[in-house]
């Protein structure tokens, strides 16, 4: 590659700069959300809680990235209320004379929603059809289009997946393809998300993981606490963590701290409904699952689940967490106070109270809220302090309302309850709104203060999936994966997007794994997810072989097929363009390119799809 050597060098120069700033100040912003508080490092994640500014951090982010993309052409369009999340946030910016930034143009909110629904960009023909439609009611069609789509259900059911973190070697590969069909099934069908919780927490497997019947099961699997041996169970701290995780997943709040300590002279710096609590709350949650009997047997891919035991003991001797103290455990709810019928099974129980409570539609809409927006309306998105909630009932001084809207909050929760808690329907409302719809660049000042009212598009990194799914696109040289079917045993068709796994672990190459990995990829197992950029990544863009193998004129890559076509220099740079980053080329970006074809065709394609990979406007959705 005759040009590279000057290009890398361009290309390193902004990555350094912008990657050790990026970095840091991303990661510091996700960490209170990603990795939820432990008592063995008290001091350091309370800290870090009090500290930590998401609010800032993706404002700050979306202005430095905003600032160095390309100027597209402008949405002159007028900014139309067109459902309840408009009428809150315009109101609201009216009332308060904050300004908000224009819509995105067409190429900017097609590769947007492409990835946002279906974690994939657009192809050319796909962009350029959106474009050239002339249709007003377009962008809801196409949003339409994509939610029936399958990478749709490929997207947000890996999503899912790392959400509950759903890990095969935890378990056994045959219970995590069981539950990822039963899990995309049921985003397909778009079944009630009230529902698919209540099946995970109240399904059993009373002999075999291997049936179908008991695919829900695997996420009360995952939670299993191993003791002195592989066969024993401590009963009570699998409760525990059931319960830690199905609060911080399924309610937003995190019980962690009163697993092992009372709030009381703990807690008051970071959540006033925390103070009031005592680990005997927690442990009456706990005593749902008392009688549940989560037995793993990991070398062999089995596991039961049962409701034969004795009930919670917290006279237990054996535990991970602070020894217990004696005394009654009735089960009871946290939320309301609410304590279970003990003549009928306790998990349905819970199911229940934990589904109909406002704060799980709350707590539901502000998770799917930052997928969508990039900031939640509680961020980090697991940290919802319930004493805090109330406009009406607010705090006492100097603690505010935690919601930046409270309004629009249980607006959307209601929406989200009154139908039928379908998560396509979310989705769709979010999308549909104009207030999705903006442009993330910003005309005038933009100031930290409006941050909050959502007054542009936040920008985000992609994550290491769709960076993957996106090169693999981009230059059509696609992984093909090869997998099989762990329950049957046969063969199942090639994967071309690492979204179409169950799990991480689910496709085996090497080179693949070690790029996902290098962008932070979770492994549901030992660490989560790591978001921010970082020099390897810009390294890995760079040099790895993920990369410029797929760039080469060879094996019917996109420059392949573009050099041996009787296309133009021109047409051969709108289409690379179109490909990779999902717009056409500026100017001046096409006049030199173009020279660089004219000079050599193949290097000079090779050259261009390379760069163009290493652009900023390629690694952010914005």
Same mark, same amino acid.
């Given at each position: 590659?005759?040009?590279?050597?000057?290009?890398?060098?361009?290309?390193?120069?902004?990555?350094?700069?912008?990657?050790?700033?990026?970095?840091?100040?991303?990661?510091?912003?996700?960490?209170?959300?990603?990795?939820?508080?432990?008592?063995?490092?008290?001091?350091?994640?309370?800290?870090?809680?009090?500290?930590?500014?998401?609010?800032?951090?993706?404002?700050?982010?979306?202005?430095?990235?905003?600032?160095?993309?390309?100027?597209?052409?402008?949405?002159?369009?007028?900014?139309?209320?067109?459902?309840?999340?408009?009428?809150?946030?315009?109101?609201?910016?009216?009332?308060?004379?904050?300004?908000?930034?224009?819509?995105?143009?067409?190429?900017?909110?097609?590769?947007?929603?492409?990835?946002?629904?279906?974690?994939?960009?657009?192809?050319?023909?796909?962009?350029?059809?959106?474009?050239?439609?002339?249709?007003?009611?377009?962008?809801?069609?196409?949003?339409?289009?994509?939610?029936?789509?399958?990478?749709?259900?490929?997207?947000?059911?890996?999503?899912?997946?790392?959400?509950?973190?759903?890990?095969?070697?935890?378990?056994?590969?045959?219970?995590?393809?069981?539950?990822?069909?039963?899990?995309?099934?049921?985003?397909?069908?778009?079944?009630?998300?009230?529902?698919?919780?209540?099946?995970?927490?109240?399904?059993?497997?009373?002999?075999?993981?291997?049936?179908?019947?008991?695919?829900?099961?695997?996420?009360?699997?995952?939670?299993?606490?191993?003791?002195?041996?592989?066969?024993?169970?401590?009963?009570?701290?699998?409760?525990?963590?059931?319960?830690?995780?199905?609060?911080?997943?399924?309610?937003?709040?995190?019980?962690?701290?009163?697993?092992?300590?009372?709030?009381?002279?703990?807690?008051?710096?970071?959540?006033?409904?925390?103070?009031?609590?005592?680990?005997?709350?927690?442990?009456?949650?706990?005593?749902?699952?008392?009688?549940?009997?989560?037995?793993?047997?990991?070398?062999?891919?089995?596991?039961?689940?049962?409701?034969?035991?004795?009930?919670?003991?917290?006279?237990?001797?054996?535990?991970?967490?602070?020894?217990? =103290?004696?005394?009654?455990?009735?089960?009871?709810?946290?939320?309301?106070?609410?304590?279970?019928?003990?003549?009928?099974?306790?998990?349905?129980?819970?199911?229940?109270?934990?589904?109909?409570?406002?704060?799980?539609?709350?707590?539901?809409?502000?998770?799917?809220?930052?997928?969508?927006?990039?900031?939640?309306?509680?961020?980090?998105?697991?940290?919802?302090?319930?004493?805090?909630?109330?406009?009406?009932?607010?705090?006492?001084?100097?603690?505010?309302?935690?919601? @930046?809207?409270?309004?629009?909050?249980?607006?959307?929760?209601?929406?989200?309850?009154?139908?039928?808690?379908?998560?396509?329907?979310?989705?769709?409302?979010?999308?549909?709104?104009?207030?999705?719809?903006?442009?993330?660049?910003?005309?005038?000042?933009?100031?930290?203060?409006?941050?909050?009212?959502?007054?542009?598009?936040?920008?985000?990194?992609?994550?290491?999936?769709?960076?993957?799914?996106?090169?693999?696109?981009?230059?059509?040289?696609?992984?093909?994966?090869?997998?099989?079917?762990?329950?049957?045993?046969?063969?199942?068709?090639?994967?071309?997007?690492?979204?179409?796994?169950?799990?991480?672990?689910?496709?085996?190459?090497?080179?693949?794994?070690?790029?996902?990995? @290098?962008?932070?990829?979770?492994?549901?197992?030992?660490?989560?997810?790591?978001?921010?950029?970082?020099?390897?990544?810009?390294?890995?863009?760079?040099?790895?072989?993920?990369? @410029?193998?797929?760039?080469?004129?060879?094996?019917?890559?996109?420059?392949?097929?573009?050099?041996?076509?009787?296309?133009?220099?021109?047409?051969?740079?709108? =289409?690379?363009?179109?490909?990779?980053?999902?717009?056409?080329?500026?100017?001046?970006?096409?006049?030199?390119?173009?020279?660089?074809?004219?000079?050599?065709?193949?290097?000079?394609?090779?050259?261009?799809?390379?760069?163009?990979?290493?652009?900023?406007?390629?690694?952010?959705?914005?």
């Amino acid at each position: 590659m005759r040009h590279i050597t000057l290009i890398k060098k361009f290309v390193l120069a902004i990555w350094i700069a912008f990657a050790i700033w990026f970095g840091a100040a991303s990661h510091l912003a996700q960490k209170p959300q990603e990795k939820p508080l432990s008592p063995n490092t008290y001091d350091d994640e309370h800290a870090t809680v009090k500290t930590a500014r998401p609010d800032k951090q993706i404002s700050d982010l979306t202005s430095d990235v905003a600032a160095k993309l390309p100027h597209t052409g402008t949405n002159r369009q007028q900014v139309a209320i067109r459902n309840l999340i408009d009428q809150h946030l315009f109101a609201r910016m009216a009332k308060d004379r904050i300004p908000h930034a224009s819509l995105s143009n067409d190429y900017e909110f097609c590769r947007r929603i492409y990835l946002d629904l279906t974690g994939r960009i657009p192809t050319p023909e796909q962009l350029k059809a959106f474009v050239s439609n002339t249709a007003a009611d377009k962008r809801d069609r196409l949003i339409d289009e994509l939610l029936e789509s399958q990478a749709w259900v490929d997207h947000w059911g890996y999503w899912y997946g790392d959400l509950v973190r759903a890990a095969a070697n935890r378990i056994g590969d045959p219970a995590m393809q069981n539950f990822n069909r039963w899990l995309r099934q049921s985003i397909k069908e778009d079944k009630p998300y009230d529902r698919l919780v209540t099946e995970m927490l109240t399904s059993s497997a009373p002999n075999t993981n291997w049936m179908p019947d008991a695919a829900p099961t695997a996420y009360l699997a995952r939670w299993h606490v191993t003791g002195a041996s592989m066969y024993d169970n401590m009963y009570e701290d699998t409760a525990d963590e059931t319960i830690v995780q199905s609060a911080r997943i399924f309610l937003g709040t995190n019980y962690q701290c009163i697993s092992c300590h009372v709030g009381k002279g703990f807690l008051e710096k970071v959540s006033l409904d925390l103070v009031s609590k005592k680990r005997s709350d927690f442990w009456k949650m706990g005593a749902f699952f008392g009688k549940t009997r989560v037995r793993v047997i990991t070398y062999q891919d089995r596991y039961t689940i049962t409701d034969d035991g004795t009930g919670y003991d917290s006279k237990a001797d054996s535990s991970v967490r602070l020894p217990r =103290e004696g005394g009654e455990v009735h089960p009871t709810f946290i939320l309301t106070g609410e304590k279970a019928d003990l003549n009928k099974p306790l998990r349905p129980q819970f199911a229940r109270m934990l589904t109909n409570h406002p704060q799980f539609a709350r707590a539901t809409v502000n998770l799917i809220w930052k997928q969508f927006f990039g900031l939640g309306i509680v961020d980090p998105v697991d940290s919802f302090d319930l004493a805090r909630q109330d406009p009406k009932n607010p705090p006492p001084a100097p603690w505010t309302v935690q919601p @930046t809207n409270p309004e629009l909050l249980a607006a959307l929760a209601g929406d989200f309850a009154g139908h039928r808690f379908s998560l396509k329907h979310l989705m769709r409302t979010m999308a549909r709104s104009s207030a999705y719809q903006l442009s993330s660049r910003f005309d005038g000042e933009w100031k930290e203060s409006y941050t909050p009212y959502f007054a542009r598009h936040y920008v985000k990194l992609l994550t290491a999936e769709q960076v993957h799914d996106a090169i693999s696109q981009a230059t059509q040289v696609f992984g093909n994966y090869k997998r099989k079917d762990r329950v049957y045993g046969s063969p199942l068709a090639p994967m071309r997007f690492w979204t179409e796994a169950g799990t991480p672990e689910d496709i085996g190459n090497r080179e693949a794994k070690n790029f996902l990995h @290098t962008f932070g990829q979770s492994n549901r197992e030992q660490f989560d997810r790591q978001s921010g950029g970082s020099i390897l990544q810009a390294m890995m863009l760079m040099n790895d072989g993920f990369v @410029t193998k797929r760039v080469l004129a060879e094996g019917g890559s996109l420059v392949d097929q573009l050099v041996k076509s009787a296309k133009t220099s021109g047409e051969i740079v709108d =289409e690379l363009y179109l490909a990779t980053l999902s717009r056409n080329p500026l100017a001046q970006e096409k006049q030199l390119a173009v020279s660089w074809l004219d000079r050599d065709r193949k290097q000079g394609a090779e050259d261009l799809h390379w760069s163009l990979l290493n652009k900023l406007d390629f690694v952010f959705n914005y």
